[in-house]
């Protein structure tokens, strides 16, 4: 008995909501021509995504099929800006309180070749395109990357489909409060999505972490 709640004292599992919302501002990115099929890996729409896919439509479609999730980004919206916001939705006992947020940043999906691009997108310096100053502070505030996603299938409009099932469970320290209740090392089989939803201006995903403290 007491080594079973020793155990327990040594996890620490909470549900995390990311919540990506569109916004007015977008970027101006020169579009790739879609890729000839013989010269790519990626599959027909129908391949990756099934008859039997579960689809949620919003502003990109989401799709969950054989145990993956996939979001379809419309061509209209790489570029344009979303604020990701994350928030622990629930936590255990004594660890907290469910509802807060503890992490906003804006973030673009970029395309390049056939891989969509997450990019963080910086304000810490900004300056007005008509000062001498402006290029500096563009060449400073360069976006990094946060993930790079292979387009597995393009839509009928070229929307372009891509696996975000490891993304969103994987140990990313920009999404996930791991310092602050002093997490080890993420648990991979007690770490899931619960659902992931779309809505004309949103996407809502709730994600199941579990850690090793």
């Keep these: 008995m007491n080594t079973s709640l020793s155990n327990l004292k040594r996890v620490v599992s909470f549900?995390?909501?990311?919540?990506l919302f569109l916004t007015?501002?977008?970027?101006?990115?020169?579009?790739?021509?879609?890729?000839?099929a013989k010269k790519s890996k990626?599959?027909?729409?129908?391949?990756?995504?099934?008859?039997?896919?579960k689809t949620s439509k919003g502003v990109f479609n989401v799709h969950f099929v054989d145990g993956k999730w996939y979001y379809e980004i419309p061509k209209n919206e790489i570029g344009r800006l979303f604020l990701w916001v994350s928030q622990i939705k629930k936590v255990q006992s004594k660890l907290g309180y469910g509802g807060v947020a503890y992490n906003n940043q804006v973030v673009r999906w970029d395309k390049r070749n056939d891989q969509i691009m997450l990019r963080q997108v910086q304000y810490?310096?900004?300056?007005?395109?008509?000062?001498?100053?402006?290029?500096?502070?563009?060449?400073?505030?360069f976006p990094p990357i946060l993930m790079s996603f292979d387009i597995q299938a393009y839509g009928q409009d070229s929307s372009a489909v891509i696996d975000v099932t490891e993304f969103l469970t994987a140990e990313k320290t920009e999404f996930?409060?791991?310092?602050?209740?002093?997490?080890?090392?993420?648990d991979?089989?007690?770490?899931?999505?619960?659902?992931?939803?779309?809505?004309?201006?949103?996407?809502?995903?709730?994600?199941?972490?579990?850690?090793?403290?």
Excluded: C, H, M
């Design 42 to 53: 990626i599959k027909s729409y129908s391949e990756v995504i099934t008859k039997d896919a």
């Design 188 to 213: 991979p089989k007690r770490t899931f999505i619960e659902k992931i939803s779309a809505y004309p201006e949103n996407v809502e995903a709730d994600v199941v972490l579990t850690f090793d403290v």
């Design 15 to 19: 549900i995390i909501l990311f919540a």
């Design 124 to 141: 810490a310096l900004v300056s007005d395109e008509e000062k001498a100053v402006y290029n500096a502070v563009d060449a400073s505030t």
């Design 176 to 186: 996930v409060p791991k310092k602050n209740y002093n997490a080890r090392r993420l």
């Design 24 to 36: 007015n501002y977008s970027f101006g990115q020169e579009q790739k021509d879609k890729p000839e």
